[in-house]
């Protein structure tokens, strides 16, 4: 017998309970809420940015609006050259054209950043947010949404921007994947650095167009990562030591809570992570406070930005940071116009193959 649960495009029959002579899908039946809506906008759209973007960027943005409206788009840039801006011209010309239109990413802090920003770019239309805490009003113009929530919006989207969909945990969840694929029914825009071999693959069999984007628009290298081999509890100590030498803020990521709790009472430092209560305020905070510290898990190493920090990683040679880990953490620093540089250090008990091949590449990016 062949069935297929139409919101996760699961088919495996082990996940599949027969209730009242209706087959329900167990993998995705935690899912519960109301369907979302996309709504057509009549009048033209106009983005609005308080800054010119680079040549490259313009090139890239007109390359990418012109191959996704027939073919799903990877856009290969590193961390700080500017991804959101390059789709903003295609979201424009997609919504203008009569077209629905998502953005997807993988935690709720960065909707409610994008929401910050594109609803300020987007002013004429609604942009609407979608993820926990915010899911009484799931209709808009543009729906930015953790790709937890794309189940609301079922075939809904003619343009659906994907951004990080390496980062944890849509890279491993087939259940989020079946969401975002059944919820599209045009064409979809991938966003990352650190793109996936399966990305990789498609792009190589011409399944899907690739744009790439190696330069950040102030021009800078990237900051080559500083490694140190040193047992673990010395780490904290070189660490102390390490901090003491600037006034910037500096975030400090650790493998596990264990480790940021410890860590977080040898420096009198505040420690967050996914499950933490006061997150979303600590960051903030952190945001708004130069010369702060904060020790956080890999929570922050994607799509927040910080005006000026620098970056340090304890036991790097732990499993949770693996290579696209390292170099979007590496990313977090030198991201601004105004503060181009800082510093990135990775203290390990031994130097592995990740470490050295995170280094090689920022290397070989700044070439």
């Known amino acids: 017998m062949n069935v297929k649960c139409e919101r996760c495009g699961c088919e495996d029959l082990k ?42 960027q313009k090139e890239c943005s007109k390359k990418i609006c012109e191959l996704s409206r027939n073919k799903d788009v990877l856009v290969h840039a590193i961390c700080g050259a500017g991804k959101t801006e390059l789709v903003l011209e295609s979201i424009q010309y997609a919504i203008e054209h009569k077209q629905k239109v998502g953005i997807a990413v993988a935690r709720r802090q960065v909707v409610l950043q994008l929401y910050e920003r594109l609803s300020k770019i987007f ?15 799931c209709e808009g113009h543009l729906i930015i949404c953790t790709t937890h929530q794309l189940f609301r919006f079922h075939q809904m989207f003619d343009l659906l921007i994907i951004d990080e969909p390496d980062a944890f945990p849509y890279s491993s969840d087939k259940t989020l994947q079946g969401f975002a694929k059944n919820s599209v029914k045009g064409h979809t825009i991938y966003l990352t650095a650190t793109p996936s071999d399966d990305l990789l693959k498609r792009v190589k069999i011409k399944e899907i167009e690739e744009v790439r984007l ?11 990562p500083v490694c140190k081999v ?8 070189y660490l102390k ?24 009472t040898y420096l009198g430092i505040p420690f967050v992570y996914a499950g933490y209560e006061k997150l979303d305020e600590f960051i903030t905070m952190f945001k708004n406070n130069v010369g702060s510290r904060l020790i956080c898990t890999t929570v922050l190493e994607r799509g927040v930005t910080f005006e000026n920090v620098q970056v340090a990683v304890v036991h790097t040679n732990h499993p949770v940071f693996n290579l696209a880990s390292l170099i979007q953490i590496s990313g977090r620093v030198g991201r601004s116009m105004n503060y181009p540089s800082g510093r990135v250090l990775f203290l390990c ?12 590449l920022q290397i070989q990016a700044n070439a």
């Not at 002013?123 to 009003?137: P, Q």
């Not at 190696?214 to 080559?224: K, S, T």
């Open 15 to 56: 996940y599949f309970v027969q209730i009242r002579g209706v087959y329900q899908c167990r993998r995705c039946i935690q899912y519960q809420g109301y369907e979302g809506s996309v709504l057509y906008y009549d009048d033209p759209v106009e983005y609005e940015m308080n800054y010119e973007l680079t040549d490259a």
């Open 349 to 360: 008990t031994e130097r592995k193959a990740e470490v050295s091949l995170c280094i090689d």
């Open 230 to 237: 040193i047992p673990l509890y010395g780490q904290f100590v």
């Open 241 to 264: 030591y390490w901090l003491d030498k600037f006034d910037e803020s500096c975030l400090i990521f650790v493998p596990s809570i264990k480790i940021g709790n410890q860590l977080s």
């Open 214 to 224: 190696f330069r950040r628009p102030h021009n800078h290298d990237l900051v080559i």
């Open 123 to 137: 002013n004429s239309i609604k942009v609407t947010r979608v993820c926990e805490g915010f899911t009484d009003d």
